[in-house]
């Protein structure tokens, strides 16, 4: 008897303690699962922070890109422009010297009124452009905008003052295309000697 006591049916199942539960309860699987859909949903939201700032960091960088070509495309009209005006200003010059010597003559007065016009039409449509002129006759001397090429004895002039402008100059904003050349005033020897 003792064989048939021993004898177990491979198929039966096999009694488990009382303590060892088969299946985990609904309150535990809740728990896992609510766990689990945190971090996915922790996940997801880490992932949405990092494309937000991604897309802000595009965002800024295009807004970047369309101020940067937008002062390029400025700054290259500004260079174009003061190339340009620069390259007219000896034509200028000649307008102008030919205006002055035409004044001279009375039989010409109808050229110079014609030619008065023409040099005054140039230099409106050049200042329309931003153009300025240099002039600085009576006014005291600027080495960023005069060139001095002499001195003359001036005896009602304050000395360094200009009192003659040879050249006029230009200057388009605060870019100078060519400097006013001067001739300034000195004291006299005389007024040297008395001292």
């Known amino acids: ?30 728990e896992e699962s609510v766990t689990r859909l945190q971090t996915k949903l922790n996940d ?39 190339q ?12 102008q010297l030919g205006f002055a010597e035409a004044k001279k003559h009375e039989e010409a007065a109808k050229f110079v009124e014609g ?17 300025a002129v240099i002039d600085p006759q009576g006014d005291e001397f600027d080495a960023k905008y005069h060139e001095a090429i002499g001195y003359e004895e001036q005896p009602d002039c304050e000395e360094g003052s200009v009192i003659r402008t040879i050249r006029i100059g230009y200057r388009i904003g605060e870019q100078l295309l060519r400097p006013a050349t001067v001739i300034l005033a000195k004291e006299s020897a005389a007024s040297d000697e008395s001292e």
């Open 1 to 30: 008897m003792d064989k048939e006591e021993n004898n177990t049916d491979p198929e039966e199942p096999i009694a488990k303690d009382e303590g060892e539960q088969e299946d985990a309860t609904p309150e535990e699987e809740n």
């Open 44 to 82: 997801a939201y880490g992932k949405q922070d990092d494309l937000k700032s991604k897309y802000l960091r595009a965002v800024a960088d295009l807004e970047n890109l369309r101020k940067r070509s937008i002062r390029d495309r400025e700054d290259a009209v500004q260079r174009i422009r003061t």
């Open 84 to 95: 340009v005006i620069g390259d007219l200003l000896p034509s200028l010059d000649a307008f």
């Open 115 to 131: 030619f008065s016009m023409a040099v005054s039409l140039m230099e409106t449509t050049l200042s329309e452009y931003g153009l």
